[in-house]
């Protein structure tokens, strides 16, 4: 068995996906023998600038042994923690600096075409290239992000899917009079499409929102649009709540709405499909795609508010057809192994590196 550190990368008083995916994977390499834990440093970026002093940082961590133990492997997860040099060391990519990359030129991205963010740029990607080259083992979380990797710096990983939080505990229930939104509150997972569709939605629909806000004012922002819409009494932001009560919240939701701006992968979709629940999402949500499919196992619409609209109000309208969606995604995720019995191969493709002589 093996001493293992788990790279993290924390943003202060916010909890995502990659978090629940570090948390995860340290609890899967224990039930396996590893002794197993985390490392994370946090991560600020008061300016673009200070992504390079964050990377610098990780680089001098050194990571070889603690309390007596000698480490044997590394697992870096989203940037900058693959920064970490280490003799062996594999890559579970979550995503890399994403505004330097695919979101540059959109309204996501601080970065513009000056030479000076044009230079910073080029830094980002030449040593990304360098630090991600020296991993004995590189994987992506989706397509989608092994599909960036290769793209902008001409590197290749496998596809590893991470598997659910909570395995088979998801349940399936009502279908109750509201859509579920789940995730990080900030403008990339477009929450206020949601929000700004619902005048035109059947007006005994109501949005439940959980998540916390990790943008500075996105929720004055939402409470704009909901005083100018009359929305009081249907948008209801839940924050942070249980296992228990998120397991609820699914199973007797109508539907779930999923439609960031290029997601790199969203446990939301799954647990949705675990759930027994369709999904609405968009054309350009990236990840989501990867499982979500247009009037199979949910609604894929165009990126618009009265699209967002108008799919809501169809699965309002025909019950049935938001049961059928549901069932299909869930017999999708009961045979793709993302439920429960997944972990076995990402544990063993993660750790491959200590095979090596």
């Excluded at 939104?181 to 005994?204: E, Q, W, Y």
């Amino acid at each position: 068995m093996a001493n293992i550190l788990v790279l993290g990368v924390k943003i202060p008083f916010t909890k995502g996906g990659a978090e629940t995916l570090v948390n995860t994977l340290v609890k899967e390499l224990k039930a396996r023998g590893h002794d197993a834990d985390t490392v994370e440093l946090p991560l600020s970026f008061n300016s673009k600038e200070a992504s390079l002093g964050q990377s610098a940082l990780w680089r001098t961590v050194d990571l070889s042994s603690f309390g007596g133990k000698n480490v044997d492997l590394v697992i870096a997860t989203k940037f900058p923690s693959y920064y970490a040099k280490f003799p062996k060391k594999s890559v579970w990519l979550v995503h890399q600096y994403r505004e330097s990359y695919d979101l540059y030129g959109t309204r996501f991205s601080d970065f513009s075409d000056d030479p000076r963010d044009e230079a910073l740029r080029r830094m980002l990607t030449d040593a990304d290239r360098k630090v991600l080259s020296e991993c004995s083992y590189i994987s992506g979380i989706s397509k989608n992000v092994v599909d960036r990797l290769n793209k902008y710096n001409d590197l290749s990983g496998e596809v590893l899917y991470p598997p659910l939080p909570l395995g088979n505990k998801y349940q399936s229930g009502n279908f109750s009079d509201y859509i579920l939104s789940v995730g990080r509150i900030c403008t990339i997972k477009r929450v206020d499409m949601a929000i700004k569709a619902l005048p035109i939605v059947h007006n005994f629909i109501k949005l439940k929102v959980v998540g916390t806000p990790d943008e500075g004012g996105v929720m004055e922002y939402f409470k704009n649009e909901i005083d100018k819409h009359h929305l009081w009494d249907r948008v209801e932001f839940l924050g942070r709540v249980s296992d228990e009560e998120l397991i609820n919240l699914y199973a007797n939701s109508l539907a779930v709405y999923y439609a960031p701006f290029d997601e790199d992968y969203g446990y939301v979709t799954l647990e949705a499909f675990a759930s027994k629940k369709p999904v609405i999402t968009a054309q350009d949500s990236g990840g989501v795609l990867e499982f979500v499919k247009h009037e199979v196992n949910g609604l894929v619409v165009e990126p618009t508010i009265d699209a967002v609209g108008h799919g809501i109000n169809k699965l309002v309208e025909d019950r049935e057809l938001a049961k059928r969606l549901g069932l299909q995604g869930y017999k999708f995720i009961e045979s793709s192994g993302l439920m429960t019995h997944g972990w076995e191969h990402v544990i063993s493709r993660l750790i491959s590196p200590l095979n090596l002589s």
